[in-house]
């Protein structure tokens, strides 16, 4: 009886966090957003501008992260050949060259939307708030980890 509870207690946190992994992710973006926008001091106008150009770099950088990942976990390395092992890597590479090739459009795409100062100062302010997620999370993550 108490196996079945716990297991029916992980089936229902699972299908729950499943559910919420999409509004989280909203929430997430929406915080980001202010974020950015409050961070570079963006005016209307500029705001206008640039957040169609860096949605579309997030939206084709996520894409290219998530087919990454897939081929990654695709991998074995215990019956990973040599041969398939220089494929993989030279996938990597071109993942690797990709990645490049966005962050080198986005910033040629935004120096038609704010100033080269404010550009730089994106990264800056990208990293800050990577930082500011994750302790937060490691917080949340304490708390939970104290109450159980």
Same mark, same amino acid.
């Given at each position: 009886?108490?196996?079945?509870? /716990?297991?029916?207690?992980?089936?229902?946190?699972?299908?729950?966090?499943?559910? %919420?992994? &999409?509004?989280?992710?909203?929430?997430? +973006?929406?915080? #980001?957003? *202010?974020?950015?926008?409050? +961070?570079?001091? @963006?005016?209307? *106008?500029?705001?206008? &501008?640039?957040?169609?150009?860096? !949605?579309?770099?997030?939206?084709?950088?996520?894409?290219?992260?998530?087919?990454?990942?897939? $081929?990654?976990?695709? @991998? $074995?390395?215990?019956?990973?050949?040599?041969?398939?092992?220089?494929?993989?890597?030279?996938?990597?590479?071109?993942?690797?060259?990709? %990645?490049? !090739?966005? &962050?080198?459009?986005?910033?040629?795409?935004?120096?038609?939307?704010?100033? *080269? $100062?404010? /550009?730089?100062?994106?990264? /800056?302010?990208?990293?800050?708030? +990577?930082? %500011?997620? @994750?302790?937060?999370?490691? +917080?949340?993550?304490? #708390?939970? $980890? !104290?109450?159980?």
């Amino acid at each position: 009886m108490k196996k079945t509870f /716990i297991s029916l207690f992980f089936i229902a946190l699972t299908l729950s966090a499943f559910g %919420q992994k &999409k509004e989280r992710q909203e929430r997430i +973006k929406a915080l #980001k957003i *202010a974020f950015i926008t409050e +961070k570079l001091e @963006l005016t209307k *106008a500029e705001a206008q &501008k640039f957040w169609p150009i860096y !949605n579309a770099y997030e939206d084709e950088t996520d894409m290219l992260r998530h087919n990454a990942r897939e $081929k990654r976990r695709g @991998l $074995k390395m215990e019956s990973l050949s040599e041969t398939e092992a220089k494929q993989a890597l030279q996938d990597f590479l071109a993942f690797e060259k990709e %990645q490049l !090739n966005l &962050k080198t459009d986005l910033v040629e795409s935004l120096l038609t939307a704010i100033p *080269a $100062k404010k /550009i730089i100062l994106l990264k /800056i302010v990208e990293e800050q708030f +990577k930082k %500011q997620m @994750l302790e937060e999370f490691q +917080k949340r993550r304490e #708390k939970f $980890k !104290n109450k159980g």
